[in-house]
Nanobody, 126 residues
């Protein structure tokens, strides 16, 4: 069992930056592919970025490429999402996600996620 707790959300102006963190419980964190998804009001939950267990492989949604960076620290059981050049359309609840094994691309599919955090709200004002 893995429990995921997100932090770092908040209100930011367009063009600003935020860093989200996700702390995971359990001694097997380093074996999980991790990711961030987001869900805006009235929309489906979509992938933002994922990262393989080693950190050597990542996947990004086209809408965030070049602006967001996912990383992980297996010694701290934590995964991060650095968000720069934020836009109003980035406003959403951001969820941390964990998938047993698999590649970063595999974890980009919502159905392959085994564990979810409760989410943290990011609001970008124009």
């Amino acid at each position: 069992q893995v429990q995921l707790v997100e932090s770092g959300g908040g209100l930011v102006q367009a063009g600003g930056s935020l860093r989200l963190s996700c702390a995971a419980s359990g001694r097997t964190f380093s074996t999980y592919t991790m990711g961030w998804f987001r869900q805006a009001p009235g929309k489906e939950r979509d992938v933002v970025a994922t990262i393989s267990w080693s950190g050597g492989s990542t996947y990004y949604a086209d809408s965030v490429k070049g602006r967001f960076t996912i990383s992980r620290d297996n010694a701290k059981n934590t995964v991060y999402l650095q968000m720069n050049s934020l836009k109003p359309e980035d406003t959403a609840v951001y969820y941390c996600a964990a998938a047993r094994g698999g590649t970063a691309v595999v974890a980009a599919t919502r159905n392959n996620i085994n564990y979810w955090g409760k989410g943290t709200l990011v609001t970008v004002s124009s």
